[in-house]
């Protein structure tokens, strides 16, 4: 692991963004915006699962309507996402939104004086949300298409812009659903300019496409000390970005949240069904907070010595399991008691109450 690459910091709202802050995990909203009430119950469910920063789409005026009615309920700042549409953003802005994010190869020049202007005023945040599918032309004839230098030329024309007009609480995100581009972008972004980086690969599919290429992408940046915010799309629930999300900063060591579950392949020793008991425990266990290690193996002859720094683990045997705690057998206990023995005793580590 390199040492995080210096940003400036930046906030949205009251999160603060970049410099020595902790890498910020973000995510965005499937509701329909113009539904108040779903769409603040799916910001609070991700606020629930760990998501410090909510975006929202801001299709047309019925949903800019809604905005100041979901900042007031929602628990984490909100951001506009915005496309086209300059008046859109300024009412947006007016709304109290905490940050918009704009992609300035759709909105000309002149329109978006304005928005910078408006923002400036509200002490807004703007994200320039630079994609591989928006690029000017003389950039695209430049570079022969949407190449990482293309992408990374056109995050630096709006930012100088934004600069000339006296703006700079802004990040930059350079998304690509090629995960190269997307790597190799960020990274000379990261070498011209101390802004923030908002990591993401786009279009990334459901869950196990999305964990894999998010992993690659946002794991090897911030890996190399590169990138300040994240965001891993998955078609679906967005509740599910929180697990690779979050399962990326603590891979990484960078930071940690809710239990980490730990359970071997199986093989020919194991006689439990640990897949069942895997799925039980991570269902259950997936609202905490507390940072736990979770190990839940195939047997009792290698398991425990298999996952000796877990916090709490269960080893299956022939319809028993041993119960173990760092490495060291506490008890035997039934198959039918493992859930219960297993929840009852996590309550009592994190002091979090858990559903049975
Ligand atoms: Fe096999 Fe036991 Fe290792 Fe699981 S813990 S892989 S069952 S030896």
Known sequence: MRKRKATRTVHVGDVQVGGDNPVVVQSMTSTDTRDVAATCEQIR???EAGCEIARVAVPDRKAVSALSEIRRQSPLPVIADIHFDDRLALLAIEQGMDGIRINPGNIPREKFKDIVWAAKEHDVCIRLGINGGSLEKDLLAKYDGPTASALVESALRSVDYLEDQGFTNMKVSLKSSDVPTMIDACREFSKKSDYPLHLGVTE??????????????????????????????VTGDPVQEMTVAWGILRALKLRERGPEIISCPTCGRCEIDLLALVEEAERKLAHLKTPLKVALMGCVVNGPGEAAEADIGIAGGKGTGMLFMKGKTVRKIQETEFIPVLLAEIEKLTGETIDP
């Open 45 to 47: 469910r991700l606020a």
């Open 204 to 233: 990334a599919g459901t869950l196990l496409q999305s964990a894999i290429k998010s992993s690659l992408g946002i794991g090897m940046l911030i890996a190399e000390g590169i990138g300040d915010t994240i965001r891993v799309s």
